[in-house]
Nanobody, 130 residues
């Protein structure tokens, strides 16, 4: 059983930055692909970014590419999401998630990843004011 605990959310003005953290209970990066999803009020949960296990390659949703950076600290079993140039439309609850097994590609994470995760954190709220 893997536990994921997010932190780092808060209120920030448009153009500002936040760094989210996701602390895992075990050696997550060797066993799971780990990523971030978000859910805005009244909308479906959507893919944000993923860190592929073992290889360490990263992929992003088009809406955050160039502004967000996903990274992992294997010594701390912690996943990060550095968010820069934040926009009001980035306002959402951000969730950390993990998926074991094979790598199905970034398109799978974008289109089907929400239904294929093995573990979820409880989320952290990010609010971007205009």
């Amino acid at each position: 059983q893997v536990q994921l605990v997010e932190s780092g959310g808060g209120l920030v003005q448009a153009g500002g930055s936040l760094r989210l953290s996701c602390a895992a209970s075990g050696r997550i990066f060797s066993n799971y692909h780990v990523g971030w999803f978000r859910q805005a009020p009244g909308k479906e949960r959507e893919f944000v970014a993923v860190y592929r296990k073992s290889v360490g390659s990263t992929y992003y949703a088009d809406s955050v590419k160039g502004r967000f950076t996903i990274s992992g600290d294997t010594s701390k079993n912690t996943l990060y999401l550095q968010m820069n140039s934040l926009k009001p439309e980035d306002t959402a609850v951000y969730y950390c998630a993990a998926a074991g097994g094979a790598w199905y590609g970034s398109t799978w994470w974008t289109n089907q990843g929400y239904s294929g995760m093995d573990y979820w954190g409880k989320g952290t709220l990010v609010t971007v004011s205009s």
